[in-house]
């Protein structure tokens, strides 16, 4: 019987089961937002959050402490400078799960996990809106290209204008090259006919 016995064994011993979350739990750290499993989103999120409040904490006990779970200086680093300050008015809750797809390989749940104003998070809305925004744009220059169909024929005669002139100037562009080659010397006319024999 497993009672009292918390936490998902993920298919790892202890030992591999905690490198994992280590590493997921620097990777969230660093870039801020990944994309992983549910259940490893759901495991490594106290992780997380606790590595932040030692990081509002900022003494040199929090550094050692956080210095001892994550696995890169520069994480550490990132966490007391930028990521610690920017969450200084807020108690906890610092991350966000949000469920994205199937993977394809094994049919598995996947989840982005991230900070709360992280910056790729608030690109990704804006680029988001951006493109709500552009839609609507090409939605409304479609129906005002609906409403001004019958101006196109014209379009089409000056395309045929365009053709005409691109002809002509090939054409020219033919006789200048064909006016710039020598003409054969005739001892080379006498060469091939001695060759021929």
């Given at each position: 019987m497993r009672h009292?016995?918390?936490?998902?064994?993920?298919?790892?011993?202890?030992?591999?089961?905690?490198?994992l979350f280590r590493?997921?739990?620097?990777?969230?750290?660093?870039?801020?937002?990944?994309?992983?499993?549910?259940?490893?989103?759901?495991?490594?999120?106290?992780?997380?959050?606790?590595?932040?409040?030692?990081?509002?904490?900022?003494?040199?006990?929090?550094?050692?402490?956080?210095?001892?779970?994550?696995?890169?200086?520069?994480?550490?680093?990132?966490?007391?400078?930028?990521?610690?300050?920017?969450?200084?008015?807020?108690?906890?809750?610092?991350?966000?799960?949000?469920?994205?797809?199937?993977?394809?390989?094994?049919?598995?749940?996947?989840?982005?996990?991230?900070?709360?104003?992280?910056?790729?998070?608030?690109?990704?809305?804006?680029?988001?809106?951006?493109?709500?925004?552009?839609?609507?744009?090409?939605?409304?220059?479609?129906?005002?290209?609906?409403?001004?169909?019958?101006?196109?024929?014209?379009?089409?005669?000056?395309k045929e204008e365009?053709?005409?002139?691109?002809?002509?100037?090939?054409?020219?562009?033919?006789?200048?090259?064909?006016?710039?080659?020598?003409?054969?010397?005739?001892?080379?006319?006498?060469?091939?006919?001695?060759?021929?024999?």
């Amino acid at each position: 019987m497993r009672h009292r016995m918390g936490g998902r064994q993920l298919g790892r011993n202890s030992s591999h089961r905690k490198a994992l979350f280590r590493t997921l739990v620097t990777s969230v750290l660093d870039k801020e937002r990944i994309e992983t499993t549910i259940a490893k989103a759901k495991e490594i999120r106290p992780m997380v959050e606790r590595m932040i409040t030692f990081g509002k904490r900022g003494d040199l006990a929090a550094r050692r402490i956080a210095a001892a779970f994550i696995s890169s200086n520069d994480v550490v680093k990132k966490l007391f400078d930028t990521i610690a300050p920017r969450f200084k008015d807020r108690n906890g809750g610092y991350t966000r799960i949000i469920r994205t797809r199937a993977r394809i390989g094994d049919g598995a749940e996947m989840a982005l996990i991230e900070l709360l104003g992280a910056p790729a998070a608030e690109a990704a809305e804006k680029t988001k809106e951006e493109k709500k925004k552009g839609q609507a744009k090409k939605g409304k220059e479609e129906k005002k290209a609906e409403a001004a169909k019958p101006a196109k024929p014209a379009k089409k005669e000056k395309k045929e204008e365009k053709a005409k002139g691109k002809g002509e100037e090939e054409k020219a562009a033919k006789k200048k090259k064909t006016e710039e080659k020598p003409k054969e010397k005739p001892r080379q006319a006498g060469k091939k006919k001695a060759k021929e024999k």
